[in-house]
Nanobody
Framework: QVQLVESGGGSVQPGGSLRLSCVASGSIFSIYAMEWYRQAPGKQRDLVAA???????SYADSVKGRFTISRDNAKNTVHLHMNSLKFEGTAVYYCNAQIATTRAPHGMDYWGKGTLVTVSS
């Protein structure tokens, strides 16, 4: 069984910074893309940032230049460094990864339970 567990959420003032982390554990053969999504109250879940197994990154326009995604393949971990946070950054942030296991060698999508980020003054 594979699990993704996020951490690092909390409350921060506008302009502040936070670093989110997500660790994958279980019977993992390989991890392909790792991604961060966020879902604000009453809104749909949107992709924030993604990173491939080779380290190529992509970002939503709304966070370009302020957020940085990185991963540590040896630790099955992905991070999201968030700078210059805005009020609209308030959301539950979810980790998603495409993970290959012995049962699913071509990979399956796994989700964490999310971590809440609140941006308020």
């Amino acid at each position: 069984q594979v699990q993704l567990v996020e951490s690092g959420g909390g409350s921060v003032q506008p302009g502040g910074s936070l670093r989110l982390s997500c660790v994958a554990s279980g019977s993992i053969f390989s991890i392909y893309a790792m991604e961060w999504y966020r879902q604000a109250p009453g809104k749909q879940r949107d992709l924030v940032a993604a990173i491939t197994s080779g380290g190529s990154t992509s970002y939503a326009d709304s966070v370009k230049g302020r957020f940085t995604i990185s991963r540590d393949n040896a630790k099955n971990t992905v991070h999201l460094h968030m700078n210059s946070l805005k009020f609209e950054g308030t959301a539950v942030y979810y980790c998603n990864a495409q993970i290959a296991t012995t049962r699913a060698p071509h990979g399956m999508d796994y989700w964490g339970k999310g971590t809440l980020v609140t941006v308020s003054s």
